[in-house]
């Protein structure tokens, strides 16, 4: 009796342990559910914009980066809304609707190029876009 008692807490252990591992192993293992039509973005140094589609629906932006000034409070907006504006230091984002994000610069008046960088969030999956704009 003894020997069956102690076989079954050693297969319990070994279960218990086999599957807390698989799912330790499964966090943040997301696939792609924005589906960016592009995540790279080169722009003239004058007023310009740009149009990115996505495959998915369920994202939101976390962050704005303009070099290295980022801005993550978005007061009064509902970022997982359709549609939403967001208009910020040199630049504006606007999600006209599920699938479609437009972006806007303002003319680089630097000599130097403007990073904007973009994140994205959609559950457990982060991507981003990274708009350079080029020099005056």
């Not at 499964?26 to 924005?34: M, R």
């Not at 369920?58 to 997982?80: A, M, P, Q």
């Not at 230091?89 to 699938?99: L, P, Q, S, T």
């Amino acid at each position: 009796m003894k020997k069956l008692l102690y076989a079954m807490l050693i297969i319990g252990l070994v279960i218990l342990i086999y599957s807390c591992t698989d799912e330790v192993s499964n966090l943040g293992d997301w696939d792609d559910c924005i589906k960016l039509s592009t995540k790279n973005v080169e722009l003239s140094s004058g007023k310009d914009s740009v149009i990115i589609k996505t495959g998915g629906t369920g994202w939101w932006i976390t962050h704005v980066c303009v070099n290295n000034n980022c801005f993550y409070n978005f007061e009064n907006l509902s970022l997982t809304a359709d549609k939403f504006l967001v208009e910020l230091d040199c630049f504006v984002i606007e999600r006209r609707d599920k699938n479609t994000l437009f972006i806007k610069l303002e003319e680089n008046p630097l000599n130097v190029q403007r990073i904007v960088a973009i994140g994205l969030e959609a559950g457990d999956y982060f991507d981003g876009i990274t708009i350079t704009q080029k020099p005056k």
